[in-house]
Every structure is written in C-alpha cells, then in structure tokens.
C-alpha cells in the first residue's frame, strides 16, 4: 500500500487540515504540514485515533436547490411609455 498525505487523510476522514495535523501529533507521528506523508500503519493509527477503523465513503453531496421557472424570473412587462427611460 502506498504512502497517503496528510491532506488526503483529512478528505477521507471529513476533518480539515489542522484538526488532522494536531491528532497526528498527539500520536507522536512526527510530520512538518498537511503535506506530510504518513505510513500505511501509521494512517490506520490516525484512523482509529479519530474513530475511524476504516475509510469511510465520501458524504453525500447536498442537493443543488431547484431551478426557478422561466415565468418565475421573467419581469414584468413595461408600459409602452417607459421603454427607454431611466428611473430617476
């Protein structure tokens, strides 16, 4: 199994960076910044140390809201008199 970066930990684990990075630490795995790489046996520490024993999925991507209806965004129509003038 290959070496995973600290960053790509994170992503995995939902956490940011710096949350990581401290856990990290606090095991005594000694890195510089998020771009540190970690053993595979050393990920499976950190894992566990965050309650993960696992990979987990990636969490389910929240729903883009509804498109408004054409007739919803459309403008009134102007009167004949006004196209043209500005709205002072």
């Not at 199994?1 to 990290?24: C, F, S």
């Not at 309650?51 to 929240?62: F, Q, T, V, Y």
């Amino acid at each position: 199994m290959a070496k995973i970066r600290i960053y790509e930990l994170a992503k995995e684990l939902g956490q940011d960076n710096k949350t990581l990075e401290r856990a990290v630490r606090d095991l005594g795995i000694e890195i510089k910044n998020y771009m540190s790489t970690l053993t595979p046996e050393q990920a499976l520490r950190v894992r566990a140390s965050v309650g993960e024993g696992k990979p987990r999925a990636a969490a389910p991507k929240a729903r883009a809201a509804a498109p408004k209806s054409a007739s919803a965004t459309a403008k009134a129509p102007r009167a004949a008199g006004e196209i043209g003038r500005a709205h002072v």
